[in-house]
């Protein structure tokens, strides 16, 4: 006969006193670090940068007509700090209208890809002409269409920031994991609720990834528009004083540019982490 012994449930020692003090104390210090290094290494990198631009400068490997050193820099912000800030807050609105409004009607052309194979065989290679004309060259004709002034600075944001947010917003939408789809098609759901539900979330991952590329683009847009139609901003302070000699103002007025593109770009960065707060829990780190 077999020999049958009766199963004992096994015994959990009960975690010592204080464990789970540690274990939050751990992951406060864990949090803590994680914000110092997110804020030390770019401080960290920029000094790198700035290092060695002064070490460029101070050996004259670039004219000095060209590239100031960066305390000339500075101090033409310095002595101007009024009429700088408030050329910066003339690009800052045409960036973000200009931004608003190719989101708008990108995702929109998006859904229109992505809702039909027809419209996607029909319109997709007169996007990529579009997208692949120089923008550059089009400054001097948007001025005589629309004039100087904001309209044509807006139709350069536009063109140059709409293509990403198409391409990642008809991209999302036609690659929903099948796991999902298949979810949504056992479920009997109406095309609206697989969109709502399912689709559009599954999406927003890659549409985010689109509205990234296209910030930068759109500070690229509204300084090109104001080389060639500006009558105030950032762009048109760089023309101005690099034409009568004065490359550190230029130079500033460029900083400014590099400044307010990380700002917003930052800002979209934290604004994707509150609205997919899934995204981060769900995929790999490095």
């Not at 020999?3 to 010592?16: F, G, I, K, L, N």
């Not at 690009?91 to 027809?118: C, D, Q, R, Y």
């Not at 796991?179 to 890659?206: G, T, Y």
């Amino acid at each position: 006969m077999a020999d049958v012994r009766s199963a004992e449930p096994a015994v959990t020692a009960p975690p010592p006193p204080g464990a789970g003090r540690e274990a939050r104390r751990a992951g406060r210090g864990a949090g803590l670090r994680a914000g110092a290094g997110a804020a030390l290494l770019p401080a960290a990198g920029l000094v790198v940068a700035l290092a060695a631009w002064w070490l460029i400068a101070r050996l004259e490997l670039v004219h000095p007509a060209a590239l100031p050193p960066p305390g000339d820099v500075l101090t033409a912000f310095v002595d101007k700090p009024a009429q700088m800030l408030e050329h910066t807050w003339a690009t800052l609105l045409e960036i973000l209208v200009g931004f608003v409004l190719s989101v708008a009607a990108g995702v929109l052309i998006g859904l229109s890809l992505a809702s039909s194979h027809t419209v996607e065989r029909m319109f997709t290679p007169l996007l990529v002409a579009v997208n692949a004309v120089p923008k550059i060259t089009l400054g001097p004709l948007l001025v005589v269409a629309l004039g100087w002034g904001q309209k044509p600075i807006l139709t350069m944001v536009f063109l140059l920031c709409f293509f990403p947010i198409v391409l990642s917003t008809a991209t999302g939408l036609t690659t929903t994991p099948a796991d999902l789809a298949e979810l949504v098609r056992s479920w009997n759901a109406s095309r609206w609720q697989a969109f709502r539900k399912v689709r559009f979330p599954a999406a927003l991952p890659q549409i985010f990834v689109g509205l990234k590329v296209a910030m930068p683009l759109a500070a690229i847009g509204a300084v090109i528009g104001e080389f060639q139609a500006g009558e105030s901003g950032l762009g048109y302070v760089i023309t101005q004083y690099a034409g009568v000699g004065d490359t550190a103002t230029a130079w500033a007025a460029i900083m400014l540019v590099a400044l307010v593109s990380i700002l917003l770009y930052s800002t979209l960065v934290l604004v994707e982490r509150i609205a997919l707060p899934w995204v981060r829990e769900t995929t790999s780190s490095r």
